[in-house]
């Protein structure tokens, strides 16, 4: 990965709907170099995808909640995970160190609804010891982009 892949990457994080060919006019190339290069970032999985970012309070999703879970068992986590990926509310899942073994992120329609991922869905999983849920009351910043010009050549 070259200093003109990282601008094309950086271009996409931006607007995602950019055309090849405005892409093409940034960093000098033609709408043919720019495809190469894209798919040559697609096959070796630096770009995952190209998808859309929506505002979740304008689907009705007024609640961001991050959810600490403590796993009992080594064994329940394969399938813990599994059913966590399932679960289109949560946004993300990361394995961690510390007092907790996974923190997810996760957006619900309001407190009862909240309530009821946590309570029936979350706590019901297998080997769930405890789990430690933070409201977010507003957020500053929060993105999904990463910064490609400073990184490692690849």
Request: with cysteine; proline share 2%.
């Amino acid at each position: 990965m070259d200093a003109i892949d990282r601008e094309i990457l950086q271009l996409l994080q931006i607007d995602a709907t950019r055309s090849y060919s405005a892409i093409g006019k940034a960093v000098g190339l033609s709408v043919s170099g720019v495809n190469e290069r894209l798919k040559k970032l697609k096959s070796r999985g630096v770009l995952r995808s190209i998808e859309a970012r929506l505002d979740p309070a304008t689907l009705g999703l007024d609640i961001l909640a991050f959810v600490q879970i403590l796993v009992d068992r080594a064994g329940a986590e394969g399938e813990l995970v599994r059913r966590i990926r399932q679960m289109p509310e949560v946004q993300e899942c990361h394995h961690m160190t510390g007092d907790y073994s996974y923190l997810i992120k996760l957006r619900a329609r309001d407190t009862r609804h909240l309530e009821h991922l946590i309570g029936d869905r979350i706590k019901s999983l297998p080997g769930i010891a405890r789990t430690f849920t933070l409201i977010v009351l507003s957020t500053a910043k929060e993105t999904a982009a990463v910064d490609c010009r400073n990184a490692a050549d690849a």
